[in-house]
């Protein structure tokens, strides 16, 4: 019997997953996708063209190809050279998006086209088709504006909201509520999950889904956005996102290298911790990070055998 699963993120935490998740046999895979980014190479072509930001999706789209071509490596190519030449600091892959989503007036058939050239292993879906903005409120009531500008201000998040009304992707409602497995992670908590949890379509969904929904946990917490955060509190920030309760947390439990560590540490960085012994959910601990290039990373090889696992016992 083929399981459903759907993966809710965005940035390169989410596409790490996912690069485990494609390998699994007998699971139809579908990425729900932020588009909410307004940073870098993608917000220069957001507000160029007006189009939802491309760049967490292109990530997503190379991490579930069949296998490495010259053309997922070419969309990963990012042009270089002098800032005052308009095409720097642009990645190819955004800029094929960009021309196939103009030529086409249709970003869903954009994402669809490349992803059949790429031979991608399920389905990537927006989270919404609109041109969105994402807003913050800090805990001392200040407002901050633009994804990209979350993690500046110095200051602690109390929630993330969009201003204007959002209204889901069908394709993400449907996927939602006929998944078998839900999960959000791992990835940016304030900035690549709860941007499509907070989207009130897909909350609704989240509701009415007989799918287990399950986190995985961030291994380390984000300057700017998760400073001092335990694992409960990641927990906690989702499901007052959305209302919706985790039914569980997969959490690490590897032992990070001292020099590693130290590395963090002079980047404001600290390992996500457990603050209570009991809890309303359960917690499934692992080994499931990789240290080898000297960051911290969840492995996508355990991470795909673990949720192997849970998908056996359903």
Known sequence: MIKKVVVMGGGTGQATLLRGLKLLQNIHLTAIVTVADDGGSTGRLRRAFHIPAMGDIRNVMISMAESETMLSTLMEYRFEGSPENEIYGHNLGNLILTALTDRSGNFMEAITAISKVLNVKGDIIPSTLQVITLFAEMVDG??????????????????????????????????????????????????SICPNLIIEDLADALKVAKAKKIYVCNAMTQPGETDDYSMEDHVDAIVRHCGVEVDLVVKANDSLPPEVVERYKIMGSMNVEMAQKEHSYPIMLSSLLDFSDGLVRHDPLRVKDLIASILAQE
């Open 142 to 191: 200040t407002i901050v504006r633009g994804e990209s500008n979350i993690p500046k201000t110095g200051n602690r998040i109390n929630r993330v909201f969009y201003q204007e009304k959002v209204r889901a992707s069908r394709q993400a409602i449907d996927a939602i509520k006929s998944a078998d497995l839900i999960i959000y992670g791992v990835g940016s908590l304030y900035t």
